[in-house]
T-cell receptor, first 112, second 115 residues
Framework: DGGITQSPKYLFRKEGQNVTLSCEQN?????MYWYRQDPGQGLRLIYY???????QKGDIAEGYSVSREKKESFPLTVTSAQKNPTAFYLC???????????FGPGTRLTVL | AQSVTQPDIHITVSEGASLELRCNYS??????LFWYVQSPGQGLQLLLK??????LVQGIKGFEAEFKRSQSSFNLRKPSVHWSDAAEHFC?????????????FGKGTKLSVKP
């Protein structure tokens, strides 16, 4: 089955620790995205990547980092500099030219 | 600046009743418009999209939406709501073009369905 996988579904970390969220897609999509979702806030763009080895900051990139070494993978690291990291994180991907993003199941990060 | 407004935070309808969820957008060019649905703790599922052409678009699960350029609106409708439609619904504008592009989301409308 083709799709987008995010792991783990739930993640707990202590304050001050960096944590990496996984996003993998086997749809052969070119672009990949990371969003953060907070209650009542909709989705906000953290980072996106349109091609391998290239990525751009979104609206709330501070305290986050990404890499895009492979077309299929776009991991997100939540660093200790992120002041309020507890949230639901969603990954999406899109085939270039089709302008439609498809979403993974999400990872809920709780920082204790 | 581009923005999406969903005026209703929470709507409750009876099962079998009709539904309309409102969405207004602000965008300078012709927009790409989307409706997504999210069940609790899940990812987003695409309900329907509008890029061009017929302003009334059909989606999955019996949903439809109408693009009205003069009102900058893209309201979501369903003639008869089912209990399984209870979820958070998000309207989004795609700002694609040039070297950049992403989705701008509204804050969502939570739909509750009464038996």
């Amino acid at each position: 089955d083709g799709g987008i996988t995010q792991s783990p579904k739930y993640l707990f970390r202590k304050e001050g620790q960096n944590v990496t969220l996984s996003c993998e897609q086997n749809l052969n999509h070119d672009a990949m995205y990371w969003y953060r979702q907070d209650p009542g806030q909709g989705l906000r763009l953290i980072y996106y990547s349109q091609i391998v080895n290239d990525f751009q900051k979104g609206d709330i990139a501070e305290g986050y980092s990404v890499s895009r070494e492979k077309k299929e993978s776009f991991p997100l690291t939540v660093t200790s500099a992120q002041k309020n990291p507890t949230a639901f994180y969603l990954c999406a991907s899109m085939r270039e030219g089709l302008n439609t993003q498809y979403f993974g199941p999400g990872t809920r990060l709780t920082v204790l | 600046a581009q923005s999406v407004t969903q005026p209703d935070i929470h709507i409750t309808v009876s099962e079998g009743a009709s539904l309309e969820l409102r969405c207004n957008y602000s965008y300078g060019a012709t927009p790409y418009l989307f409706w997504y649905v999210q069940s609790p703790g899940q990812g987003l599922q695409l309900l329907l999209k509008y890029f061009s052409g017929d302003t009334l678009v059909q989606g999955i699960k019996g949903f439809e939406a109408e693009f009205k350029r003069s009102q900058s609106s893209f309201n979501l409708r369903k003639p008869s709501v089912h209990w399984s439609d209870a979820a958070e619904h998000f309207c989004a504008v795609g700002t694609y073009g040039g070297s950049q592009g992403n989705l701008i989301f509204g804050k969502g409308t939570k739909l509750s369905v009464k038996p």
